[in-house]
């Protein structure tokens, strides 16, 4: 990569899919949360409402549900059942690192930048996910949607809340935005990072990734530190 970079103080990494490894886990949650709500594997009904979920991988989930439910109660029923089956499925150890994430963020950490760790889950699921992982230590500041005034993906909210809370970057042009869905794209491109990459590791791939506007597009979150540094 001959591109040059901007001087990147900030960087937000999305985690299911970018620095966490979740082997489909989304899918498998939402399976018990449309049950929850009658929603019968096999049907039509399923089987669309299955497809939204795969097409908006990376927004906020309460948002996702509202949209597939209609009604705030119905949306939020589906999304408690959500976040309960996940938990459960991270509580059974079916998550792991994406290789090279948990050295990627140190690398970073350790070239002076600070990282900010941020999702599309409630904050319980977040907790549980960094408990799994042992990461509770790993980054200064993890952020969710309610952290954020209940905003998630594609909203920038995330993005300039770590901006706000760590007063790590004098201007948003030195936030870098790392995710692995056209969802993480456009929060940053919204936000006004001065760098958006997509990395191939989760939903999306290089043709969502340059539509929503991202500047770079990496095989792994691994490759980050050595873009930042001008390298490779």
């Known amino acids: 990569m001959t591109t040059p970079t901007p001087d990147i103080r900030l960087v937000a990494l999305d985690m299911a899919g970018t620095t966490v490894a979740d082997g489909g886990l989304v899918e498998r949650a939402f399976d018990a949360a449309a049950g929850e709500l009658g929603v019968e594997p096999g049907t039509p009904d399923h089987a669309e409402k299955l497809a939204h979920v795969r097409a908006t991988m990376g927004e906020s989930k309460i948002s996702v549900f509202r949209h597939l439910f209609g009604t705030e109660d119905l949306a939020r029923r589906a999304n408690a059942a959500f976040e309960r089956s996940y938990g459960e499925l991270v509580d059974g150890g079916l998550i792991a690192p994406v290789p090279g994430a948990r ?130």
């Open 103 to 232: 050295e990627a963020v140190e690398a970073l950490a350790a070239d002076g930048r600070t990282v900010v760790l941020t999702t599309g889950f409630a904050r319980v699921t977040q907790d549980a996910i960094l408990d799994a992982l042992g990461w509770r230590d790993l980054v200064p500041l993890t952020l969710c949607p309610a952290d954020a005034g209940g905003r998630g993906r594609p909203y920038p909210d995330m993005v300039l809340a770590a901006f706000l809370r760590t007063k790590a970057a004098e201007s948003v042009a030195q936030v870098a935005v790392v995710g692995d869905t056209s969802y993480d794209m456009v929060s940053g491109v919204r936000a006004g990072a001065g760098l958006v990459a997509g990395v191939r590791t989760g939903a999306h791939g290089d043709e969502a990734f340059r539509a929503a506007g991202a500047t770079h597009v990496l095989d792994s979150v691994a490759e980050l530190p050595a873009l930042l540094r001008g390298v490779g």
